[in-house]
Nanobody, 119 residues
Framework: QVQLVEAGGGLVQAGGSLRLSCAAS????????MGWFRQAPGKERELVAA????????YYVDSVKGRFTISRDNAKNTVYLQMNNLKPEDTAVYYC????????????WGQGTQVTVSS
């Protein structure tokens, strides 16, 4: 089992940047595929970005491509989401999640961190 704790959310103006971090504890972090999700009020949760075990494989939803970067540091048991050129529509609670399987649902979740982008 792994425990996940997000940090780095906050209030930022449109065009600004934030870096979210997700610290993992418990079993070997390098065994987990990681994802960042977000959920805005009244909307379904969506996968924003994902990263494979070594960090070489990544995925981004179209709406954040070219603006967000997911990365991981297995030595620090941490996954990051660098968010640049933020837009008001990026406002949401952001969650990190982990799974060991190649495909399927993410099994472990953090508590979430609020990101608010003002226009």
């Amino acid at each position: 089992q792994v425990q996940l704790v997000e940090a780095g959310g906050g209030l930022v103006q449109a065009g600004g940047s934030l870096r979210l971090s997700c610290a993992a504890s418990g079993r070997t972090f390098s065994a987990y595929r990681m994802g960042w999700f977000r959920q805005a009020p009244g909307k379904e949760r969506e996968l924003v970005a994902a990263i494979g075990l070594s960090g070489s494989n990544t995925y981004y939803v179209d709406s954040v491509k070219g603006r967000f970067t997911i990365s991981r540091d297995n030595a620090k048991n941490t996954v990051y989401l660098q968010m640049n050129n933020l837009k008001p529509e990026d406002t949401a609670v952001y969650y990190c999640a982990a799974r060991t399987a190649v495909v399927g649902e993410y099994k472990y979740w953090g508590q979430g961190t609020q990101v608010t982008v003002s226009s």
